[in-house]
């Protein structure tokens, strides 16, 4: 139930306190990542936790440039786990995708907000995101496949109601 509970709970935080997170809650969320399901359990999905604010300002401006625009897309949020997979080593959106689910998740059981800000495709495609993969050490072929924003919530905003004819039952 408590599990169920949580599920229905989360929900996208765009408003942030200035509050770091801190470790011990960011290593349950990123435990969460590692146990998302991947297809034939390749574990292809890497996820890279930044704090660093001069790292976070810089993957804010990244992001804001694929839609030309000069606001925070990451809504103060002083934290963010980039979601990076191999193209070459199949199926990269849907395996990153689960990973992100369990990342927001397993945020709100610890009390923190998240939101998927997208966009991170275009942004490690570009030199700027490339070479920012190889300065973390990892191969600059990788895609983005989504950024979880994290933080402590500074809003509480109810979920919107549920569009009706989204479920199918036969038998
Ligand atoms: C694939 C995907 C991309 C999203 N991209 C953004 C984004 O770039 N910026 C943003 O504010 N929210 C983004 N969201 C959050 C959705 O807007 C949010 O999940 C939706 O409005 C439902 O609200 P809830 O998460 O509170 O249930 C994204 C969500 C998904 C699943």
Not at 49 to 57: G, H, I, N, P
Not at 82 to 102: F, K, R, T
Not at 133 to 160: F, H, M, S
Request: hydrophobic share 40%.
């Amino acid at each position: 139930m408590e599990a169920m509970k949580n599920l229905l709970e989360r929900r996208s935080i765009r408003k942030y306190k200035d509050t770091q997170v801190p470790d011990d809650l960011l290593d349950q969320v990123l435990e969460a990542g590692l146990y998302a399901p991947t297809g034939m359990n390749r574990q292809n999905v890497i996820m890279v936790a930044v704090r660093d604010k001069e790292t976070r300002d810089q993957l804010m401006r990244m992001n804001a440039a694929v839609m030309g625009s000069q606001n925070d897309p990451f809504y103060g949020a002083p934290c963010v786990i980039v979601v990076l997979g191999d193209a070459e080593n199949y199926p990269v959106v849907e395996n990153g995708s689960l990973v992100l689910g369990n990342l927001m998740n397993a945020a709100h059981a610890a009390g923190l907000g998240s939101c998927w800000i997208h966009r991170a495709w275009q942004m490690f495609e570009t030199e700027e995101g490339k070479a920012l993969l190889r300065q973390w050490g990892l191969k600059d072929t990788l895609v983005g496949v989504g950024n979880c924003i994290l933080g402590y919530p500074d809003e509480e905003p109810a979920a919107r109601p549920r569009l009706d004819g989204r479920i199918v039952k036969i038998g």
